[in-house]
Nanobody
């Protein structure tokens, strides 16, 4: 089992930045490929970013490419999502997930955090 706990969400003005963290406990986190998803009110959960085991390969949704950056620190069992140039449409609950392979699909992940709210005001 892997337990995931997100933090770092909050309220920010458009154009601002936030850095989300996801701390993992349980099984060796370095064996998993983590990702971030988000769910806006009234919408389905969507892929945001993912990173490989060693952190050398990253994947991004087109909507966040160039603005968001995913990284991981295996020594700290933590994955991060740096979010810059935030827009009101980035408002959502952001979820951290971990799975055996890097994936842009929810079914590629076995473990999920509870989510952290990000609100971007215009």
């Amino acid at each position: 089992q892997v337990q995931l706990a997100e933090s770092g969400g909050g309220l920010v003005q458009a154009g601002g930045s936030l850095k989300l963290s996801c701390a993992a406990s349980g099984r060796t986190f370095s064996r998993y490929a983590p990702g971030w998803f988000r769910q806006a009110p009234g919408k389905e959960r969507e892929f945001v970013a993912a990173i490989s085991y060693g952190g050398d390969t990253t994947y991004y949704a087109d909507s966040v490419k160039g603005r968001f950056a995913i990284s991981r620190d295996n020594a700290k069992n933590t994955v991060y999502l740096q979010m810059n140039s935030l827009k009101p449409e980035d408002t959502a609950v952001y979820y951290c997930a971990a799975g055996p392979f890097g994936s842009t699909y929810e079914r590629g992940y076995n473990y999920w955090g509870q989510g952290t709210q990000v609100t971007v005001s215009s």
